[in-house]
């Protein structure tokens, strides 16, 4: 069974920083594209940030461009996402995906709260 072992989530003031972590088996995090996903109360979830395998290719939502790095370091199996200048809607629950491409399938991690006061 295929576990994502998420942590660094947190209460944090607007404009202050998290990382969350999130950690998987060697075998799937080598060939996954991995990102973070999150879901706020009554909002669907949503993609945050995506990085291959090899970690030369990265995506973010608009929402967070400039603000928030994701990066992986392939030899702890590791992900992070760096958040900076937190906001109240950044607000949610940040879940840590597994993508592996063939045969396609996805794991998830177990969620890690986030939350931003204002």
């Known amino acids: 069974q295929v576990q994502l072992v998420e942590s660094g989530g947190g209460l944090v003031q607007a404009g202050g920083s998290l990382r969350l972590s999130c950690t998987t088996s060697?075998?799937?995090?080598?060939?996954?594209?991995m990102g973070w996903y999150r879901q706020a109360p009554g909002k669907q979830r949503e993609l945050v940030a995506t990085?291959?395998?090899?970690?030369?290719?990265?995506n973010y939502a608009d929402s967070v461009k400039g603000r928030f790095t994701i990066s992986r370091d392939n030899a702890k199996n590791t992900v992070y996402l760096q958040m900076n200048s937190l906001k109240p809607e950044d607000t949610a629950v940040y879940y840590c995906?597994?993508?592996?491409?063939?045969?396609?399938?996805?794991?998830w991690g177990q969620g890690t709260q986030v939350t931003v006061s204002s």
């Open positions: 060697r075998s799937i995090f080598s060939i996954s594209l």
């Open positions: 990085i291959n395998n090899g970690g030369s290719a990265t």
């Open positions: 995906n597994s993508h592996v491409p063939f045969p396609r399938r996805d794991y």
